[in-house]
């Protein structure tokens, strides 16, 4: 990508594409789990929806392009539904870790459901945050997994039936950790609910057991040594997403704030062109940050990931501000459920919270690049920022 952030014909096309499914597919989201009581209900009538997005191609491009292109779809999609969004991000996240893996016939049985452009394949990624634990131990050739993992997204699968593949990440007795491919439905893997959440309504990621789950050795992607670096890489690409979805958030607040604003004559006033003007200005920030990370997460195969995270932090706490501002705009209609500005307001909430959440996560690892001796604070100009260690894991 050239410095003034120019698209490629082809990526402008994507985003395009992305965008004219969106508004004619994803718009009757909202509607179609509205009326629904749990969040296993919500996530299934995803299913046609999600369908259609994998006919369209768009699962395919997430999973076979480039960060900067999946940024362009990610955005696209969560402007106007996040649950379908955050679905479609998951499988790429579970896919992050094995490009360029070592064990292709493992990577191969998770990226090619990905690619087909029919059906509903879901894979999901367990690779724990908060109290999870799941533990490995050598059985022969085999491994056996016992423990949980909380917050597994797409773990739930269509109707309960579980992902098509898990790319699970397990710690091992004597040190470090190995990550597996767990085929769906493997006996001893149990899906045991999943929280109903105010924001991202549909995407749910329920906590996930696993009961002596057998694995062959073939289904091992890394071990010790070479498992840390595929978790950084796998951290850093969940962190430059995050700003894509949170830009396109900020933006349905904006454009729905701006229409209101034009409907009501309060365009002509100050204070609300001078908070319209401030939303703008932060999802531009948003954008812009988000391509760069994405573009050096994408150059040095995760390596440089300071960039990824201080624009996780960046963008996901000021979509929140930027939705907050115009439900200001708006006023105290904003707070009403026939306008989206307050669900908006708590689908941006999720985005410091999760993905390694900003405070307990995310700062404290840019924390410990500023003290590390030597820390250039220029380095990141060039993309040449360290990554921070194995403790930075967090998708």
């Known amino acids: 990508m050239a410095i003034d952030f120019t698209l490629r014909p082809a990526q402008r096309e994507l985003q395009h594409a992305a965008r004219a499914f969106a508004r004619a597919e994803l718009v009757d989201v909202a509607a179609a789990i509205a009326p629904l009581g749990t969040p296993e209900e919500r996530f299934d009538a995803l299913l046609p929806f999600y369908a259609s997005a994998v006919e369209c191609g768009l699962l395919r491009s997430l ?69 999870a634990e799941s533990v490995a131990r050598r059985d022969g050739s085999a491994w056996v997994l016992r423990g949980w993992q909380h917050d597994v997204a797409n773990g739930y699968g269509w109707h309960g039936q579980g992902a098509d593949v898990y790319v699970v990440a397990a710690r091992l007795a004597a040190g470090g950790q190995v990550v597996v491919v767990v085929p769906g439905r493997a006996p001893g893997l149990h899906i045991t609910g999943a929280r109903d959440t105010a924001g991202h309504r549909a995407a749910i990621a329920p906590r996930i057991h696993f009961d002596d789950v057998r694995v062959g050795a073939d289904d091992v992607v890394a071990l010790p040594g070479e498992s840390e670096k595929l978790l950084a890489r796998a951290s850093a690409v969940a962190a430059a997403l995050v700003g894509a979805m949170a830009a396109g958030v900020a933006r349905a607040a904006f454009d729905r704030a701006l229409a209101h604003a034009r409907a009501s004559a309060g365009l002509e006033e100050q204070a609300v062109g001078f908070l319209l003007v401030d939303i703008k200005a932060r999802i531009e920030a948003i954008r812009s940050l988000t391509w760069r990370a994405c573009a050096v997460v994408q150059r040095s195969g995760g390596r440089e ?59 404290r690892h840019l924390h410990e690049l500023l003290r590390a001796d030597g820390y250039d604070a220029l380095a990141s100009l060039d993309g040449d920022a360290p990554a921070p260690g194995p403790a930075a894991v967090a998708v």
Do not use: I
């Not at 969560?78 to 493992?106: K, M």
């Open 305 to 363: 990931s300071e960039l990824a995270v201080v624009s996780k932090v960046f963008a996901s706490e000021t979509a929140v501000q930027a939705v907050w501002d115009a439900m200001r705009v708006v006023g105290a209609e904003a707070c009403s459920t026939h306008l989206p500005l307050a669900q908006l307001l708590a689908d941006a909430v999720a985005y410091p919270l999760r993905h390694g959440s900003n405070l307990g996560v995310r700062r």
């Open 63 to 131: 999973v076979d392009g480039g960060l900067v292109e999946a940024a362009l779809v990610a955005e696209e999609l969560a402007a106007v539904d996040v649950n379908v969004a955050a679905t479609l991000v998951a499988d790429l996240l579970a896919v992050a870790p094995l490009l360029g893996a070592a064990a292709p016939e493992a990577a191969d049985r998770v990226l090619a459901p990905l690619r087909a452009t029919a059906g509903a394949p879901l894979a999901a990624v367990a690779f724990g945050e908060g109290d």
